[in-house]
Nanobody, 123 residues
Framework: QVQLVESGGGLVQAGGSLRLSCAAS?????MGWFRQAPGKEREFVAA????????YYADSVKGRFTISRDNAKNTVYLQMNSLKPEDTAVYFC???????????????????WGQGTQVTVSS
């Protein structure tokens, strides 16, 4: 069973930065970040393949967020800069051992999920 442990959420003012971390047990996986705001569906934020060779971003975060990984630590990071109030959500880390037909930008592409970490951006 893969365990994902997220950390790094918190409260920040608009324009500020946060870095989220997700530590995965048991090996190297293709990883993604999703977020869910109150009353909204969980949406894709960013994803990175196991080797780090391919990276994907939602249009809403391009140029502001950066996903990266350290495979020696089995950890994926999400550096979030120029945060906006609309970035407020619970952020979830997800992992998959293989890339499914739906790809890494779909919730259905992942088998394992973390518990989520709250990010709140005040205006």
């Amino acid at each position: 069973q893969v365990q994902l442990v997220e950390s790094g959420g918190g409260l920040v003012q608009a324009g500020g930065s946060l870095r989220l971390s997700c530590a995965a047990s048991g090996g190297t996986y293709h990883m993604g970040w999703f977020r869910q705001a109150p009353g909204k569906e969980r949406e894709f934020v960013a994803a990175i393949t196991g080797s780090g060779g391919r990276i994907y971003y939602a249009d809403s975060v391009k140029g502001r967020f950066t996903i990266s990984r350290d495979n020696a630590k089995n950890t994926v990071y999400l550096q979030m800069n120029s945060l906006k109030p609309e970035d407020t959500a619970v952020y979830f880390c997800a992992a998959t051992a293989t890339i499914r037909g739906v790809g890494l930008m779909s919730r259905n592409g992942y088998a394992y999920w973390g518990q989520g970490t709250q990010v709140t951006v005040s205006s």
